[in-house]
């Protein structure tokens, strides 16, 4: 049972426009929600967290929005740039510390 | 350099054998993880562990084995049991201080074929 669920598996924008990723989860005990970048044939790389204390954290052109009365997290890259045409993985933990991963989001900038 | 440093990038594997996929980190990590990717799925973990000689089953273990004899190193051995091994492997650490699984490094994966 997915716990972790990013609903949209692919996202078009242009060049310049802001991309908003959605992503949402079922288990009330997480309470640290990362989101990751991921490129064909390599690793993950971590690009922004937010813990459940915060409901916005900023750095640079991404922001993470955490609601968490919806269970309910958003990621936001203004402006959008073609470096940034990857997966987008949403990741959350709770009290055992274990990273659950959603789907995964794959964002295409238009030039 | 530091980084993890998972070999080899692409692997083939006949039915019934056993292979072993390496990682090795030289980040001074205590915790490392093994994840699975599949097509239209999230990374699934494998094993974990968060100190020598000690490791955990995580959500779909049944069918890999792992051990942590040295802290740098945390192999992968995906059995015969495993009926359905073709998939990406994605190998991570977490440094000391960091609660487990958060903001985990990874390596660049290895991509298992069964044929």
């Known amino acids: 049972d997915q716990q972790v669920k990013q609903n949209s598996p692919s996202l078009s924008v242009q060049e310049g426009r802001i991309s908003i990723l959605n992503c949402d989860y079922t288990n009330s005990m997480f309470d640290y929600f990362l989101w990751y970048k991921k490129y064909p044939a390599e690793g993950p790389t971590f690009l922004i967290s937010i813990s459940s204390i915060k409901d916005k954290n900023e750095d640079g052109r991404f922001t993470v929005f955490l609601n968490k009365s919806a269970k309910h997290l958003s990621l936001h890259i203004v402006p959008s740039q073609p470096g940034d045409s990857a997966v987008y993985f949403c990741?959350?933990?709770?009290?055992?510390?274990?990273?659950?991963f959603g789907a995964g989001t794959t964002v295409t900038v238009r030039a | 350099d530091g980084g993890i440093t998972q070999s080899p990038k692409y692997l083939f594997r006949k039915e019934g054998q056993n292979v072993t996929l390496s990682c090795e980190q030289n980040?001074?990590?205590?915790?490392m993880y093994w994840y699975r990717q599949d097509p239209g799925q999230g990374l699934r973990l494998i094993y974990y562990?968060?100190?020598?000689?000690?490791?955990q089953k995580g959500d779909i273990a049944e069918g890999y084995s792992v051990s942590r004899e040295k802290k740098e190193s945390f192999p992968l051995t995906v059995t015969s049991a495993q009926k359905n091994p073709t998939a990406f492997y994605l190998c991570a650490s977490s440094p000391p201080g960091q609660s487990f699984g958060t903001e985990a490094f990874f390596g660049q994966g290895t991509r298992l074929t069964v044929v």
């Open positions: 562990s968060q100190i020598v000689n000690d490791f």
């Open positions: 980040l001074n990590h205590d915790a």
């Open positions: 990741a959350a933990s709770g009290n055992d510390y274990k990273l659950s």
